[in-house]
């Protein structure tokens, strides 16, 4: 790379944020039934294009699924606007009378989304609808692997915001993709905060901008079937969630923790339905494929089907295998696949009863998991609630937990930005939504009445005489030495 393509690429960062500042001073006069026809012509737009834009992804970043991006493009668009369209976020949003309390919210000004490779385009539909909800203009910077496609997203997206009335340069994206560029803007004066979706290295990086930003963090989702629970439906929901889109949503089960009473029957279903066990040598070679020394995932397996990874691996597998399940006595260093992996693999555990299954889930979720999502299948209510205890700030119950995840088949805010709380280094606990993208202003008037009257003294009540204060003195003067 040049030092010209990195001085211009720097340039590029800094003429979208002095357009965007532009485009959001004028675009937070706009009224709320403004910007919802924004947002309904970007609805639109993305609907006629979803297919169109999954392809790009899969072709451009070879991860994935396109019949499975489009529901996620879908989702990101009219799930979401479904969800939000009433949800006030413009002008005075609250007031209470009794306590003669008002609040109106305030944009937060320029917003950069750091978007990833596993969801490039479905990430810039979900965070570009909230933050034009929110009053505020968005800047991309997608990743390197993922920017034809990002750039293909934002400009449908500004597009139809224009068309429908948008200032213009209120969704933007650079299109010259260095690390200074990004840089430039994680610290540019005028951009107020960030929204960082994807690696832990660049959240951090976000969080270490010096301002206000919002990151997610690895799953690793431990997901418990108990002895209870319908089994058959149960690894139906898992192998739905682990194969959407070859398994690349964090909120996607990474091991399955299952209780040893019905833990044959588990395995027969998982057979039945299309999964292939690993044996202790092909649970080494897929490893060894998958996974690197540190934990990590090889980038280049990343969102491949199981036949796919089957093949690097060199283990023999059935036409149709749907996932690889390895068998795993340990975790952590010596089992490299007890790790995150955003592919089409399962670790399988197998615990005496539901208080072993929460230890194990707890140490799972230590390797990189804490505070993001638990998953478990089960009928019986008590036990469910007994992991309200654990660290996870989702625990998605008879669902597949990628879809539960991220509010597609649960009650949860529609988000493909799952906020980890403080336990998973998140400044959020929750899916991100418009809500987090506004100051509130707060005007108050006085309700309670203020007195502090007040008292003089009474000579008349003092005790304290003339020669009581000469007796002080003269202590005072003697302990001197005078």
């Given at each position: 790379m040049t030092l010209d393509y990195d001085l211009n690429s720097i340039q590029e960062a800094r003429d979208l944020v002095r357009k965007a500042k532009e485009a959001q001073t004028t675009f937070a006069e706009y009224s709320e039934q403004a910007i919802n026809n924004i947002l309904i012509a970007m609805v639109a737009i993305i609907k006629e294009n979803a297919e169109l834009l999954a392809r790009m992804a899969v072709d451009e970043?070879?991860?994935g699924v396109v019949e499975h991006k489009v529901i996620k493009n879908l989702f990101a668009s009219q799930d979401v606007y479904d969800f939000i369209k009433g949800m006030k976020t413009t002008g005075i949003i609250r007031e209470d009378k009794e306590l003669k309390l008002i609040?109106?919210?305030v944009p937060m000004g320029v917003i950069l989304g750091l978007t990833p490779t596993t969801n490039p385009t479905s990430t810039i539909i979900h965070n570009a609808i909230c933050a034009v909800k929110s009053g505020n203009a968005i800047i991309f910077s997608p990743h390197p692997n993922a920017v034809k496609c990002s750039n293909a997203t934002v400009q449908l997206l500004q597009e139809a915001a224009v068309k429908?009335?948008?200032?213009p340069s209120l969704i933007s994206c650079l299109t010259q993709m260095t690390m200074k560029a990004t840089e430039e803007l994680m610290h540019h004066n005028d951009v107020s905060v960030i929204i960082a979706t994807g690696g832990s290295a660049m959240v951090k990086?976000?969080?270490?901008?010096?301002k206000p930003a919002f990151g997610v963090g690895p799953g690793n989702v431990p997901v418990f079937i108990e002895r209870?629970?319908?089994?058959?439906q149960a690894v139906a929901d898992i192998v739905t969630s682990k194969t959407f889109d070859n398994g690349m949503i964090c909120a996607s089960e990474q091991a399955i923790v299952a209780d040893e009473p019905i833990k044959e029957a588990i395995m027969a279903e998982l057979k039945r339905q299309g999964c292939y066990f690993l044996s202790k040598e092909e649970t080494q070679k897929v490893s060894s494929v998958v996974m690197t020394r540190t934990g990590g995932m090889v980038p280049a397996v990343t969102g491949k089907t199981a036949e796919f990874i089957a093949g690097k691996a060199g283990v023999a597998v059935p036409a149709g295998t749907k996932l690889l399940i390895a068998p795993l006595e340990g975790y952590g260093p010596d089992y490299p696949l007890s790790h995150e992996k955003l592919t089409s693999v399962l670790g399988f555990y197998t615990v005496k009863d539901w208080h072993e299954a929460c230890i194990l889930s707890i140490e799972l979720l230590k390797l990189g998991g804490i505070g993001h999502t638990f998953a478990m299948h089960s009928q019986d209510d008590r036990i469910v609630r007994e992991f309200l205890q654990k660290p996870v700030f989702r625990i998605v119950v008879n669902t597949p937990s990628a879809l539960g995840g991220i509010g597609y088949s649960t009650g949860l805010t529609p988000s493909m930005t799952l906020g980890c709380g403080t336990w998973g280094g998140s400044s959020i606990s929750e899916n991100l939504g418009p809500q987090h993208l506004v100051n509130i202003k707060r005007l108050v008037y006085g309700t309670?009445?203020?007195e502090l009257a007040s008292k003089a003294v009474n000579n008349a009540n003092c005790t304290i005489n003339a020669?009581?204060?000469a007796g002080v003195v003269r202590q005072v003067l003697k302990q001197l030495n005078y």
């Open positions: 970043t070879q991860y609040e109106a919210a429908a009335g948008a200032p990086a976000a969080y270490s901008a010096g209870t629970a319908d089994i058959k309670r009445q203020v020669e009581d204060v």
